[in-house]
């Protein structure tokens, strides 16, 4: 592919003016984890699911996201220990074609790293999603992103159980689920040998206080367990990779939009444990409660 005069990048800077960059300076200079949506996500007449915002336990706000598809890939790198920094189409991408003619992409989603690179990408329901027109701007993309240490995806949509699994586990996130001081320090103990899920409750305490601080544990990579399969009571969990540091009981500043229940699927881990996972606001009506 042929681009022209290289790539712009349009963004909304903090004080809400719309800014015009020569990409490769923006990608330099820019936060773009800190800026709001530089045009908001579609809303489609009909749909169930519509955009909303994903409460992050990585930074402590909100995220904008525009579908299921999105959200789930959002709890996928709000887990990821190397993500820093997460936000929903901060930036649009301009170039020119092999015939002169501009064109434009806002990639859904961006993702900063601990190492300062960076991740576009675009979270499409299946891999035909967008049709020719995506599969160009993915590849200008990939071209833009390569010019800037950067990485450019589409990522692919989330096995169905795997995704009930990490929704599960994503009503736990909040540092309220932690516990009472020193809670979570007792369940990596109980668990520093793989054991059925609800021995290791059991030897702590009351399962109904020890649990969310199980959950809380497993989503913070403290303990883990295979989310291939569902969850269930005697599902083996084991230590992590994750150290517990510090009291895990503190609160982020920012209000989280509190939002009871989990939602439930077919197999879902909701009704294996019943009850329901606290968690803050999420993307859209469909949320299930959610993280």
Request: proline share 8%.
């Amino acid at each position: 592919m042929s681009i022209g005069a290289g790539f712009e990048a349009v963004f909304v800077d903090p004080v809400g003016q719309v800014v015009q960059q020569r990409w490769a300076d923006a990608a330099l200079a820019v936060a773009f984890e800190e800026l709001d949506p530089v045009s908001a996500f579609p809303v489609v007449p009909g749909r169930r699911w519509g955009p909303g915002r994903w409460w992050s336990a990585t930074t402590g706000r909100h995220v904008a996201c525009g579908s299921a598809a999105m959200r789930a890939q959002l709890m996928v790198l709000d887990r990821d220990p190397e993500v820093v920094g997460m936000a929903g189409r901060p930036v649009r991408l301009l170039w020119r074609d092999g015939q002169g003619r501009v064109r434009s992409w806002v990639p859904q989603l961006f993702a900063r790293y601990s190492d300062g690179t960076a991740l576009l990408a675009d979270c499409p329901g299946h891999p035909e999603a967008g049709g020719e027109r995506a599969q160009r701007a993915a590849a200008a993309l990939e071209a833009a992103c390569a010019q800037v240490g950067w990485g450019y995806r589409r990522l692919e949509p989330l096995e169905k159980v795997w995704a009930a699994n990490l929704k599960w586990l994503a009503g736990y996130r909040h540092p309220r689920n932690g516990g009472r001081p020193g809670l979570t320090a007792a369940v990596c103990e109980a668990f520093a040998r793989p054991r059925p899920l609800i021995e290791g409750v059991e030897a702590v305490g009351y399962p109904i206080e020890v649990l969310p601080a199980v959950f809380h544990a497993l989503w913070h990579g403290h303990l883990t367990t295979p989310l291939q399969t569902p969850l269930h009571e005697r599902v083996l969990v084991g230590p992590g990779a994750l150290p517990v540091v510090g009291d895990t009981t503190g609160r982020h500043d920012s209000d989280d939009g509190d939002a009871p229940g989990g939602g439930s699927c077919d197999g879902s881990p909701q009704q294996a444990f019943g009850g329901t996972a606290d968690g803050s606001r999420t993307c859209g009506p469909d949320s299930g409660g959610g993280r």
